[in-house]
């Protein structure tokens, strides 16, 4: 099982990026997905998350809400962070993660993403 972050780069306040996150091998069933992001110096944190298993609740950290949107395409396994209003504080790599039953071993196990970059310049 592997997730697969696309989508960082770089941009000015307020602009606009969307990331993604392609959970791939054998996978039986997702059952939550979230972002988390680590700034330089900093500890990560949650950004966003989906309950896949409880009707796809969200729920998002108070410095994104209102800016940020999480999202998935069931059918594709794809993970998404729209991200809107961006500024400065929102620098930093950002971690798609997920807990997943996989075929192999039949068990639920966090997998991480290896990390996109956004950096927002003023």
């Known amino acids: 099982v592997q997730l697969q972050a696309s989508g960082g780069g770089l941009v000015q306040a307020g602009e606009s990026l969307r990331l993604s996150c392609v959970a791939s091998?054998?996978?039986?069933?997702?059952?939550?997905m979230a972002w988390y992001r680590q700034a330089p110096g900093k500890q990560r944190e949650l950004v966003a998350s989906i309950q896949v298993s409880s009707g796809q609740n969200t729920d998002y950290a108070d410095s994104v809400k209102g800016r940020f949107a999480i999202a998935r395409d069931s059918a594709k396994n794809v993970l998404y962070l729209h991200m809107t209003g961006l500024n400065v504080g929102d620098t930093a790599v950002y971690y798609c993660?997920?807990?997943?039953?996989?075929?192999?071993?039949?068990?639920?196990?966090?997998?991480w993403g290896q990390g996109a970059q956004v950096t927002v310049s003023s």
């Open positions: 091998g054998n996978i039986v069933e997702i059952t939550d």
């Open positions: 993660w997920a807990r997943i039953r996989d075929r192999a071993s039949y068990s639920i196990r966090p997998y």
